[in-house]
């Protein structure tokens, strides 16, 4: 269960509430229902969710990578080099999750463990880059985050 909560806390610190929301469609709006304008109309699917271009997915993505850095750098009083090393780990790794995420051949067991194997290595990455007191806070960040994570599971399984 530790491991299934770190796996999941480290896709949300990644930014991949953007993958969920490209896989399950809608936006928030019209209940997803692609009532908004032609193109929404062009993006429905069969059941009449709205699916996101790749391009609405890439921007999303960006924003909630962009969203993660900025918040480490807040936490973690990161310096240049750090944020530019740590956002292209950021983005290479929620790359990798949204090709495993994807992966129809996959079981979601299968698709678990390769997401935290990525997560692992993300973390450890992002750690060498860290100074003593810069990993004690990220460390604490990340448990803040599980924490939210953990509420907003029990809210949806209600």
Known sequence: ??????????SFIL???????AQFGGNGMNN???TRNQQSIQNTNNFGRYEKSPEE????RAENIEKSVEALKTEL???????????????TSTKKIFAVVKNEEL????????????????????????????????????????????????KRLR
């Open 1 to 10: 269960m530790k491991t299934l909560k770190s796996v999941f806390t480290t």
């Open 77 to 91: 009083n990161l310096d240049e080099l750090q944020i530019i090393v740590i956002r292209k780990e950021i983005e």
């Open 32 to 34: 997803g229902m692609g």
């Open 107 to 154: 079981s979601d067991e299968d698709k678990a463990k390769e997401i935290e194997a990525i997560s692992e290595k993300t973390d450890t990455t992002i750690n060498t880059f860290l100074n003593a007191e810069q990993k004690e806070k990220y460390k604490k960040f990340i448990e803040n985050r599980r924490d939210k994570l953990d509420k907003l599971k029990d």
């Open 57 to 60: 997915i890439e921007k999303e």
């Open 15 to 21: 930014g991949t509430l953007t993958i969920a929301s």
